[in-house]
């Protein structure tokens, strides 16, 4: 075969077989428009692409998300997905994109999370997080626990690790380990930056007060590292502190979150769409339910356009052996994680579960039977990283 097929401008109105591409800034849209000809020759219907939306710079794998309402530039942006869309279009084969309801980076390159460490509570992106502004403990009432130190906070202190900086794009701000934090509105002197940021200079008694002073008066709390699993007043991804949960359950948050892939399927770049981590969310029927519903909307755009009117919805779960998809769920299957896990058995050799087990049994000093291993590995993670 030659690859394209003239008379195939449509994708197919089902998924036949997806190939998985990892974009990032080294292998971008326009360098998947590039293989479209080739994966068309191997009978794939539809590229299942990793996140599009904007991550943090230099990200990997797209699932830090700093903005969910734009196609990332590292990747070619919009414009490169539309070349990719009709490139597609034009060998018969459609796009799905993986979409991060859950969670964002919990980076100050993200706009909402900056704006909530700078006004706390009172920032309208608070609604957005997942965070517990009532703690019990009397010293995170109000603020967000950073766990973001190497050491404790007054080693951290007394060795220069926090400053106060001032520069003309972003005015003052604390910077720790080269990440520079907002500052809440407070009196310090527009005139006279450098004075200002000498009188908290670390390096001296009297300047460590006066930053830790204005540290106190912050939306946020730094912290040592290893206080991040009993102290943490706010969700992760799971023990992960650069990522925080998203309240996808709310209805403005949800539409903010979602206004981008919806759009790009009512206008048929998109023809299907990969839930990442449905587990994470609150509601996850709910919201399935809901979001079927939003791509049903763009039915009658679609149908001019001589595209499948169906939405095409999967999520990212793991089931157990004895599990089944909830019934309920409107998601049309799982992404194959246990299906792998079948096909990965088939490489094993039944003969070789007795040597191996007792292997490792040798190896590592544990009689307990596999299965009880596991158990206490979750319930020491459980323990240990989840308190």
């Known amino acids: 075969m030659n690859g394209a097929n003239p008379s195939a401008t449509r994708a197919p109105l089902r998924p036949r077989a997806t190939a998985r591409l990892q974009l990032h800034a080294g292998y971008t849209l326009d360098d998947a428009r590039a293989q479209v000809a080739y994966l068309a020759d191997l009978g794939i219907s539809h590229l299942y692409l990793s996140p599009i939306t904007r991550a943090r710079a230099g990200s990997t794998h797209g699932y830090d998300v700093i903005d969910h309402g734009q196609v990332s530039p590292e990747l070619g942006g919009e414009a490169a997905l539309r070349r990719l869309a009709d490139e597609a279009r034009a060998h018969g084969m459609g796009l799905i994109a993986d979409i991060v309801p859950n969670h964002m980076a919990a980076d ?28 019990p403990d009397p010293a995170l009432r109000g603020k967000v626990l950073l766990p973001v130190l190497p050491d404790p906070y007054g080693e ?23 990440q520079r934090y907002p500052l809440a509105e407070a009196p310090l002197p527009v005139q006279s930056p450098a004075r200002t940021c000498a009188a908290h200079a670390p390096d001296t008694m009297p300047g460590r007060r006066r930053l830790h002073q204005l540290l106190e008066r912050q939306h946020y709390r730094l912290a040592w590292w290893r206080t991040a699993p009993d102290q943490i007043n706010w969700r992760r991804f799971f023990e992960i502190h650069e990522l925080v949960g998203v309240r996808v359950e709310d209805d403005v948050v949800f539409d903010a979150v979602h206004a981008l892939p919806l759009r790009l399927y009512r206008e048929g770049l998109l023809d299907g769409l990969r839930i990442d981590h449905i587990d994470g969310l609150a509601a996850p029927g709910a919201y399935l339910r809901r979001l079927r519903a939003a791509l049903a ?83 020491l993670m459980l323990a240990r990283h989840f308190a």
């Not at 999370?113 to 703690?135: K, N, Q, T």
């Not at 169906?310 to 799982?334: H, Q, S």
Request: hydrophobic share 40%; charged share 25%.
């Open 297 to 379: 909307q763009a039915a009658p755009a679609r149908a001019r356009a001589g595209l499948a009117t169906e939405p095409y919805l999967v999520v990212e779960k793991i089931l157990a052996d004895d599990e089944r998809i909830d019934p309920r769920w409107a998601a049309d299957g799982t992404t194959g994680y246990d299906f792998m896990d079948q096909v990965g058995a088939l490489l094993h050799a039944p003969a070789a579960r007795e040597p191996l087990a007792q292997f490792w049994q040798a190896l590592s000093g544990d009689t307990r039977t596999p299965s009880a291993q596991l158990r206490g590995a979750r319930e």
């Open 108 to 135: 100050v390159s993200n706009p909402w999370w900056a704006d909530v460490l700078r006004y706390g509570e009172r920032s309208p992106h608070s609604r957005c997080f997942d965070i517990d502004w009532r703690a």
């Open 156 to 178: 951290c202190l007394d060795a220069g690790a926090i400053v106060l900086a001032h520069d003309r794009a972003q005015g003052y701000t604390i910077v720790v380990g080269g």
